[in-house]
């Protein structure tokens, strides 16, 4: 049999040899023509010098500089380059004992003879000074340069967050990190970390036998230009949050004030709080292990991750929902004899006149008032079930961004709770509860948690009639920047501007009204705050003060929700703070000079658990 | 026996000593490639170094026991075998374990096995054996099935996804070609590829713009001007036309108002070649208008369909893009290792580069780094010219074959080994893009190393015993 194309043999056997010619001209190429590859002496050894970028800066919302860089110095060593020297002269200028320098040169040989690693980490320029200068005497051994933040005024702390070493897991996962990098850990560092680190750039030198530089390998070809990070505009208002974080302390709780047209946090308090100086550099370790250990938590950002129940501050939604679904009218009235009395069940109250309207209820807080109106809300006729009412009630609150969270942009927000129908139907059976089983829902008790960053954001919404942007810390990134897209985006609730104005008319009251408004402390002569009071039950000791506000009442500035725990009546505490951080935002100066002696003498001790 | 030692005296021991010279080279390159400060044993098996030595003679053991065996067996159980590993290769879709983004093994204890490595040599098993029974007829009616047996495994290892696998399987073209395919198959598939290079680099509309003054010229050149101003008349009418409404009525992209000028120029050709009968003219433009539809596919492939990391590599290759902390990473620390090794490298464990774990997969996919860098352009020939020696005596071996069966199996083995290195290699050095496929008897790892020596010495076996009749 003949085989017709055994002459084809020979095109496949040129293959052969055109392939091998292409790789090995190639080769001839890369490894003799063109020298940039090649290393010129024997004894060069290559070095790659990391150049980390200065960090991005973060300013305040008026341009005032909030976080910023100083310079750090790294000592590394490769052990296979060192040579015999004057150890004693070594330890002398680096402040070490010959046994720490022994402990540490062994760390270093068994991570590997021929791989730089750290010998001694973040020394002080003073020390690097000097060591730069006899550097030539200690081979094997140079200096690479860091940045470690720095703080203008030790607030913030629980926002900025803090930066330290990248952990192994993400080296694995991101191919940029690599062991002993820095990067944001929590807070804005973390959130912007992209923006803010920049990039890294690398020299790679060619060093010789006596530790110096000869140049820079293939004429820098391989070189990369670090990229500084991008700076941060936040949107909280420095001298505010000093202010904030003052009138806080020796008390446990939060203060979030948001400016309400644009979404903006003014200011984010959480006390008790920390100096962020205590998380750079060094100390950084042991003084996280100190905090933590902390029975106070001051790691804790209670602004984000705390959810209470709201208490009578809740009862405003109630009563804008009531109003869309006109289950209620502003001028609806309903009695309250000490309480909401309905068969067996009574709902306390304080005393105050009776029958009240919406804005008479909102301004003296009446129980009774809202559990009525959050009555006609579940057995609306409109609803064959209890349970579709219930969701539909529900919807506003979500709407509201209640019960999920608002999307911040920090990593810890918690999202609140608001129990669904599925909760109840589960506890009691399908849709075999009523209005009256779950009364407490109607002055903010009950399975209701919300976080004081929601309470403020409902604030907000009210000062803006019915919308809301989403609270967010950075207002520009970038010299030309703007903040990510989604806090550009408005959202609306569902409840229509016209049924805000009795809730407003009501908190209006509660502040500026006459006998029975339980919030007449926080009362300023010039602006006029709209505000609700709150104290929220806490079964471990006494109840949580709690404010909610806005002014001026036409054309707001600023919306704000302050927590005081164990402290009791809302009035009392937490009315008479958001008052003082209203004063001072919209006029720049504290007249009130008797309230704030008060306020800043208080001292609240978290109370024992019973 | 009287068999066996007709066995040994007809083996070619050339390809033996070869195969053995590699596999030692290559187990002193791994120790330079990965040595250890801590265990500077050799032999030391918690290292690479030293595992490779026990899959050395793990291959040495099976070497011989292919040797054992009978002729016969690989011919009547080539089906079963490539059955077999066809099933393995689903399997390993639905139990095996993800390493690097792959499912590709199975773990057996401490032992990985990657049956993609020996799927191939069941499939030039049955390649051969398909070939063979055909071996009186050619023409598509045997290259259809032929290259069904090729693309199943293909499709399956697609799937792990393992793309650098699935390009080796092309290696077996090459026994298609040798067994008769036509020629204009390996043609267009030359062509589709340099079209497809062309429109990555220099754009879709360029490119296809390119296309249609050629097939101007070609019209010219063989049909005349008249026919050519015709023809070009009713491009240019269909061209306006396709402008027109694709700007102003339906929005379309240049891209887009091209291919509806030439789809309908087509029309206007059909009554010219209906009532003309022109067989020339409809063929270039049965090419052109193909050309067209090929290469906005591609280009919209590459775009939307490849990852964008394989995009990148490919850009990269082309010099089109650089990504020196990404994709770019690899290419430019092997260059720089292999290009600094000079004329004579830098001595046996002497590579700075690979010594400061520049160079990321060093001890598998690229191992030749360390040739490169250490022995320099000098080694880098040498182990390139063992290589070529290797392939041509393969070629040898498989010319010498009277049976259809062995000549296809051998041609299956040098494909497998031709594309292997030549990717390999290319890829360290730039020349192809990279793609994770492992350098025979040099990259670290038992399943590569006796998939090849399987492969390899099956097709010694069957050579040794050539004169005996097969059936």
């Not at chain 1, 690693?117 to 340069?145: C, D, H, N």
């Not at chain 1, 996280?288 to 009578?312: C, E, H, I, N, W």
């Not at chain 2, 774990?357 to 390139?384: A, H, M, N, R, Y």
């Amino acid at each position: 049999m003949k085989d017709r194309y055994a002459n084809r043999k020979y095109l496949v056997m040129a293959m052969v040899l055109i392939a091998a010619l292409i790789l090995v001209a190639r080769l001839f190429y890369i490894q003799i023509i063109n020298k940039t590859y090649r290393v010129s002496a024997a004894n060069n050894a290559l070095r790659p010098v990391t150049q980390y970028p200065a960090r991005g800066l973060i300013y305040d919302r008026n341009g005032e500089l909030i976080v910023y860089n100083q310079a750090a110095y790294d000592l590394l060593v490769i052990p296979v380059q060192t040579t015999s020297f004057d150890t004693a002269r070594f330890n002398q200028i680096l402040g070490i004992t010959m046994e720490d320098f022994r402990s540490r040169m062994k760390t270093a040989v068994s991570y590997s003879r021929r791989t730089p690693s750290v010998f001694m980490k973040m020394i002080s320029s003073e020390t690097y000074a000097l060591l730069q200068e006899e550097l030539y005497r200690f081979p094997g051994f140079y200096v690479q340069a860091r940045t470690l933040r720095k703080y203008t005024r030790p607030v913030a702390s629980h926002m900025l967050g803090y930066v330290g070493e990248v952990d192994n897991k993400l080296i694995a996962r991101d191919r940029y990190y690599r062991s002993g990098d820095y990067i944001g850990i929590s807070g804005i560092e973390k959130s912007y970390e992209e923006q803010l680190r920049g990039r890294k750039g690398v020299n790679i030198f060619l060093v010789d036998v006596h530790n110096n530089i000869k140049g820079s390998y293939a004429d820098g070809r391989y070189d990369t230009v670090a990229v500084p990070g991008t700076n941060l505009w936040s949107t909280i208002d420095l001298n505010l949050q000093e202010y904030g974080e003052k009138l806080m302390r020796n008390k446990t709780g939060s203060i979030v004030a948001i400016e309400p047209a644009t979404g903006e946090i003014l200011t984010l308090v959480s006390s008790p709080s920390y100096d962020p100086e205590l998380l750079v550099g060094r100390v950084r370790s042991a003084n996280f292990a100190m905090l933590q250990a902390d029975t106070v938590k001051p790691l804790f950002d209670r602004a984000l991750m705390a959810s209470y129940p709201p208490g009578s501050t809740f009862k405003i939604m109630n009563g804008l929902i009531g109003l869309q679904e006109n289950v209620i009218r502003p001028s609806s009235l309903f009695g309250c004899s000490m309480g909401y009395h309905a068969g067996s069940l009574t709902v306390g109250c304080h005393s105050h006149s009776s029958p009240l309207n919406l804005p008479q209820a909102v301004a003296q807080s009446c129980n009774a008032w809202f559990c009525n109106a959050f009555r006609s809300i579940l057995e609306n006729k409109q609803y064959a079930l209890i349970g579709d009412a219930f969701d539909h009630w529900r919807q506003y609150l979500v709407a509201f961004g209640f019960g999920n969270k608002l999307g911040i942009d920090l990593s810890n927000e918690l999202s609140g709770n608001i129990p669904s129908r599925s909760y109840y139907d589960r506890y009691y059976g399908k849709d075999r509860w009523k209005a009256l089983t779950v009364i407490s829902l109607a002055i903010g008790q009950g399975e209701i948690g919300a976080t004081p960053l929601q309470m403020a954001n409902m604030a907000a919404v009210i000062a803006n009639r019915g919308s809301f942007y989403i609270p967010h810390v950075v207002k520009k990134i970038g010299d030309d920047g703007s903040p990510a897209p989604l806090y550009t985006q408005k959202y609306i609730t569902g409840i229509s501007p016209a049924n805000f104005e009795p809730v407003i008319e009501g908190m209006e009251g509660a502040v500026n009204g006459g006998e029975g408004s339980t919030a007449r402390g926080a009362r300023l002569d010039s602006i006029i705050i709209c505000g609700k009071t709150g104290t929220a039950q806490n079964p471990h000791g006494k109840d949580h003060s709690i404010f909610v506000a806005f002014a001026p009442k036409d054309n707001p500035q600023i919306a704000i929700a302050v927590y005081v725990e164990n402290a009791g009546f809302g009035s009392t505490f937490a009315a008479p703070i958001a008052s003082l951080i209203i004063e001072e935002y919209l006029t720049g100066e504290i007249k009130r000079k008797y309230l704030e002696d008060y306020v800043l003498k208080l001292v609240i001790k978290p109370d024992a658990k019973e | 026996m009287q068999k066996s030692s007709n066995i040994l005296g007809r083996l070619d021991w050339v390809t033996v000593i070869l195969w053995l010279v590699m596999m030692i080279m290559g187990w002193l390159n791994i120790y330079a490639a990965v040595y250890n400060e801590q265990h500077t044993s050799i032999f030391d098996i918690s290292q690479r170094y030293g595992k490779q030595l026990m899959w050395i003679f793990a291959a040495l053991v099976l070497a011989v026991l292919v040797l054992v065996t009978d002729n016969k067996l690989w011919f009547f159980f080539a089906w079963f075998i490539y059955g077999f590993f066809i099933f393995l290769l689903i399997m390993v879709l639905i139990v095996g374990n993800e390493i690097n983004g792959a499912k590709a093994w199975f773990e057996i204890g401490p032992f990985s096995i990657q049956p993609s490595e020996f799927a191939k040599f069941a499939t030039g098993l049955a390649l051969a054996s398909y070939l063979n029974s055909q071996r009186q007829s050619s023409g598509y009616r045997v290259m259809g099935p032929a290259t069904a047996i090729i693309m199943a495994p293909m499709v399956l290892i697609a799937l792990q996804p393992d793309m650098g696998s699935v390009i080796t399987y092309f290696a077996f073209f090459i026994v298609l070609y040798r067994e008769g395919m036509s020629i204009y198959v390996f043609i267009s598939a030359i062509l589709a590829v340099a079209l497809f290079l062309l429109t990555l680099m220099l754009g879709n509309v360029p490119v296809a713009i390119g296309l249609i003054v050629m097939a101007i010229v070609a019209l010219a050149v063989t049909s005349g001007p008249m026919l050519t101003l015709k023809a070009t008349g009713i491009l240019a009418v269909s061209g306006g036309l396709a402008f027109l409404a694709g700007h102003y009525l339906l929005d379309l992209k240049i891209a887009g108002i091209i291919v509806a000028a030439v789809v309908m120029a087509g029309f206007g050709f059909l009554w010219f070649i209906y009532r003309m009968k022109l067989k020339l003219p409809a063929v270039i433009y049965a090419f052109l208008i193909s050309g067209i539809f090929y290469l906005f596919t591609v280009d919209y492939a590459f775009h939307n369909i490849l990852q964008p990391h394989q995009q990148t590599r490919i850009n990269i290759m082309l010099g089109m893009e650089a990504d020196p902390f990404g994709e770019g990473y690899n290419l430019n620390q092997s260059l720089i290792s292999i290009g600094s090794g000079g004329f004579a490298g830098k001595g046996y464990l002497n590579g700075t580069q690979t010594k400061f774990k520049f160079v990321p997969e060093q001890s598998t996919d690229f191992i030749f780094c360390t040739v490169g860098e250490e022995w320099g352009f000098l080694g880098s020939v040498v182990v390139i010219g063992l290589f070529v020696w290797l392939l041509l005596r393969l070629l040898v071996l498989a010319e010498r074959q009277r049976t259809t069966f062995i000549r296809a199996y051998g041609y299956g083995v040098f494909g497998l080994f031709l594309v292997h290195v030549f990717v390999n290699i290319g890829m360290t050095i730039g020349v192809m893009p990279v793609i994770g496929i492992p350098l025979p008897f040099f990259s670290y790892g038992g399943s590569s190393l006796w998939g090849f020596t399987i492969l390899l010495f099956v097709f010694l076996r069957l050579d040794a015993g050539r004169s005996e009749y097969l059936g």
